[in-house]
């Protein structure tokens, strides 16, 4: 059975750090690109962050460049966000999800086919 299980989100004051961790099972995670998309409340899902199936390429959002790194270790066959200084505005459901892109990444939703059930930060003094 196909899932993407996130994990690690949680309440963090202005300028903490968290690492949010994308478990993957029934599928091979060499196989597919991984992102990672937000929603916040009243707002549509935007795409955070993806990362190529080997690893070499990444992308991100600009209001994250600098403070998020995305990575993945395919033996563990789990894909991580580390998010550093973060701001309240980071607040928000963050989920994964994965595509069968061929080349690099890109974090156009349409091209994802499954997704995690999401997990919440909440950035906040």
């Known amino acids: 059975q196909l899932q993407l299980v996130e994990s690690g989100g949680g309440l963090v004051q202005p300028g903490g750090s968290l690492r949010l961790s994308c478990s993957i099972s029934g599928f091979t995670l060499d196989y597919y690109v991984i992102g990672w998309f937000r929603q916040a409340p009243g707002k549509e899902r935007e795409g955070v962050s993806c990362?190529?199936?080997?690893?070499?390429?990444?992308n991100y959002a600009d209001s994250v460049k600098g403070r998020f790194t995305i990575s993945r270790d395919n033996a563990k066959n789990t894909v991580y966000l580390q998010m550093n200084s973060l701001k309240p505005e980071d607040t928000a459901v963050y989920y994964c999800a994965r595509s069968g892109q061929r080349l690099g990444c890109s974090t156009f939703l349409s091209m994802y086919d499954s997704w995690g059930q999401g997990t919440q930060v909440t950035v906040s003094s």
């Open positions: 990362i190529s199936k080997s690893g070499g390429i990444t």
